[in-house]
């Protein structure tokens, strides 16, 4: 599981989009694995099984989210991130960042899991629970909509 820490950070900094959301995620994800390990069948893969951890508990806090800011108003709303002093590769790291939180939940689960996480298609299908070709549909329009928001041709 030790191994898979770097791993699960990247995928839940990809879902949550914030730094401190996703050390929270992933935190709860590993709670919960090491809770729940008896669960996990020993010849199965630990980082499927982990992620759908991840992915589950990240659907019940967006929708936990969603009811609450109807009624309060986000707290760390306006907060910036700080720059490491490299500038350039800052600004490139911004804007694919923004690109990739402004796609669809969905999109940016497929192309979490497979573009960055390297899952072939039938794995990051069954991470989120969905038909192979549902999943490559959203990588596609999920990895066409970046390439135009980054200003390249699809």
Request: with cysteine.
């Amino acid at each position: 599981m030790t191994a898979l820490l770097p791993r699960l950070r990247r995928f839940a900094r990809g879902l949550a989009r914030h730094a401190a959301d996703a050390d929270d995620l992933c935190q709860a994800t590993i709670e919960r694995a090491l809770v729940s390990r008896q669960q996990w069948q020993a010849g199965t893969r630990l980082d499927s099984w982990m992620y759908r951890i991840m992915r589950n508990i990240f659907i019940d806090q967006t929708r936990s989210t969603a009811r609450r800011e109807r009624t309060f108003v986000d707290p760390d709303a306006g907060l910036a991130v700080g720059s490491d002093g490299n500038q350039e590769a800052t600004v490139e790291l911004s804007m694919v960042d923004r690109a990739m939180a402004s796609l669809p939940d969905e999109q940016r689960e497929a192309v979490l899991l497979v573009m960055v996480e390297g899952y072939k298609y039938a794995e990051a299908a069954e991470i989120v629970g969905c038909p192979v070709g549902t999943l490559t549909s959203r990588l596609l329009r999920g990895r066409e909509a970046l390439m135009l928001k980054l200003g390249e041709r699809p």
